[in-house]
């Protein structure tokens, strides 16, 4: 069964002792090991390394503030730490059923197409499918450890209860070496990534708090 994404939402807030926590992560994944607690100045990870997932608790005293879904690509690892194993497929379950796009110029019309009610994530599930899902990302970047990177702030999805709104930030997994590039790309360089990383699949998601409109 594929993770219902917007099932999430009712987590964030919550303390990293509360039961509610090890007991959505059961209903979703089968079962709730003890995390690997990592905690820095600004933030407490709880890393679920069998499940593919990551829990970012922040402040005083410490709420869930967003959750990071692995697709680590497949093959054995050359690291020597811990590694994730790939979380299941994901469910998006959408609140409205077309993408608006603002206007390319000023007094240009928003464009809008169909957006299907459900999509599954899937670990071969490409940069360039989700973009047409969620329409103009609020933020992107690319460099540094992050990688390619694309953030949503507000999402409207649906679970059991209705509409729900969280924050979704996608970083896409760069394939280097196995990447057949076409000689247009490679004239391009460093400066066609965005054409290029439309192609690649993603490597995590990060649900999180809606950001204020």
Known sequence: ?????????????????????????????????????????????????PLGVSLCFTGAPLALDSIDIFNPPPGPSKSTKPTYSPAPALELCFAETEVVLPPRKEGEAEFRYPRPERFEV???????????????????GSGGWVGVWLEWGRVGLKD??????????????????????????????????????????????????????
Do not use: C
Not at 21 to 27: D, E, P, Q
Not at 164 to 186: F, N, W
């Open 160 to 213: 059991d209860s209705g509409r729900v709104e969280v924050g979704i930030m996608l970083e896409l997994s760069d394939p280097k070496g196995a990447e057949q590039l076409t000689d247009e790309q490679r004239k391009k360089g460093a400066g066609g990534v965005w054409d290029r990383a439309a192609g690649w699949a993603w490597g995590s998601l990060k649900v999180f708090r809606p950001v204020d409109k």
């Open 1 to 49: 069964m594929p993770l219902p994404v917007a099932s999430l939402h009712a987590l964030f807030g919550l303390s990293p002792g509360d039961a509610t926590i090890a007991s959505t992560l059961t209903s979703l994944f089968g079962s709730a090991p003890d995390p690997e607690v990592k905690a820095y100045p600004d933030a407490t990870y709880h890393n679920y390394y």
């Open 122 to 140: 899937v670990p071969a599930t490409k940069g360039r499918d989700l973009v047409r899902l969620l329409g103009e990302p609020s933020r992107k």
